[in-house]
């Protein structure tokens, strides 16, 4: 039985861990009873994919505007002007061009929600000078003799034929005075 001494009296906890008990019990119940209830944090972004884009490309714009996501919002940048985003699939989707002959650099892209929130990500617009031609190689005309084709099928033949030998040869079974 639990609680009684091998001498059969009852042990008796010490009066300082009842304390002490008492005392967390306590606490636990302030802290429970004072605590807020957790609030979800705001969820207001937007993001530019890809957030480095050449001049002349399409973009793709992805916003959330917190428990906003069923209404409209609006983006602006510099980069390519405003664009309106639509609901689509518990996000904000649009798409943008930035024109060809923007200058390179970092542009902001502000959101505006329609419940007033905002939020701002940066997109950066490049300017490479695309080449006209490959580089000027000779394209293989220098190449004589057989076709590389044919070559590689005669020696592909070749170790086909050299491994069947060995394998023909090799698992053949000896025949010896000792068997």
Do not use: W
Not at 34 to 43: D, I, K, L, S, V
């Amino acid at each position: 039985m639990r609680g009684l001494r091998p001498d059969g009296g009852v042990l008796r906890a010490p009066s300082t861990i009842i304390r002490l008990l008492g005392v967390f019990v306590v606490i636990g119940a302030f802290v429970l009873v004072g605590a807020t209830p957790a609030r979800a944090a705001e969820n207001v972004f937007v993001e530019v994919t890809p957030n480095s884009a050449q001049a002349g490309t399409r973009v793709s714009i992805r916003a959330g505007c917190d428990n906003g996501n069923n209404r409209q919002a609006e983006v602006h940048s510099d980069a390519f002007g405003r664009v309106v985003l639509r609901p689509d699939n518990g996000f904000l989707t649009g798409q943008a061009t930035i024109p060809a002959n923007k200058q390179p650099g970092d542009y902001p892209v502000d959101l505006r929600c329609q419940n007033g929130k905002t939020a701002t990500t940066t997109l950066t617009v490049l300017n490479m000078e695309q080449p006209s031609k490959g580089p000027a190689t000779g394209g293989g005309a220098t190449a004589g003799g057989r076709g590389t084709g044919s070559l590689l099928l005669v020696g592909g033949v070749a170790v086909v034929a050299v491994v069947v030998a060995f394998g023909v040869f090799g698992n053949r079974r000896r025949t010896g005075a000792g068997s």
